[in-house]
């Protein structure tokens, strides 16, 4: 008599992708690591990160709050039964959007106020939320602080590091001098782009010193051909762009001091740029061509003497 034993295999349940309970804002980062095994904190720094550069992040934990359950819940995702019609979602949505339009508005205010000088107040606020999260971490509650904090804290430490100096105005602002003496020691803009041509101004032998300040934006320097050019700047993140040569990339600090023959006038510039480009040319920068600065480039101007 054969015998056979009935043996029951339990089949391991498939992986579903949830929202966490053990969670920072909505469980996204929590829930993508269980999903993958991996720490959670790699997809939550992911995110900021994402956030900062580009703000990718925030439509991505957007949606994965939308459509994405919640551990343990039976009911579909809230951008499903948004989909499906179930108007009990919709207040839920308007808070969302409502966080995410503060958040931002936040993050502006932080930056603004931080490159108009009052980077200690910011830093205070941001202090004051962390000890909020920190009590919170022991009592309970008042995780949504973290989302404040974020949107404080990080503009505020980009434009810190970027020396970015709002002061100057906002907008596109075009200067013209004809002769030396309507040139002005210093020309600033906060946010926009900055213009000064000089191409129509005949300068005599000598140094003739400018300063170039800009706090987001571009600067757009003309020279004439004939002018020996010497410049520093400094780039908190950007591009600078002189004549025959470029750099770019974060904390640029561009020092080509071109010496000239006695008879060639010199132009000594010093150039800061928070955030953006400073570009000096022969001509207009072309769109679509890219940084072209001129034929005759620094060494050209400064080591031939003036007829």
Known sequence: MNTSDD???????????????DRVLGGVGGGLGRYFDVDPIIFRIGLVALTVFGGA????????LLFVPAEGSERPALGVRFFRGDRGVLRRVALITAVIVGSGLLAISSAWATGMGAGETVACVAILLGIALVVAAFRGGAR????PALAIA???CVVS???????????ERSYRPQTVEQIQDSYELGVGHLEVDLRGVRFPPGDQPLELRAGTGAIELLVPKDVCVSTKARIGAGYVGALDRESGGVDVNWNEDSASHRSTPRLV?????GLGALLISEHPVDEDRGFDGGGNGTNDACLTPAA
């Open 57 to 64: 992040g925030i439509f991505i934990y957007v949606a994965a």
């Open 269 to 273: 510039v010093d150039g800061d740029v």
């Open 161 to 171: 590091a970027a020396g970015v100096d709002f002061h100057g105005g906002v907008g």
């Open 7 to 21: 043996t029951t295999q339990i089949q391991p349940e498939p992986r579903r992708l949830t929202r966490s309970r």
């Open 154 to 156: 990080i503009p505020a």
């Open 144 to 147: 949504w602080l973290i989302l």
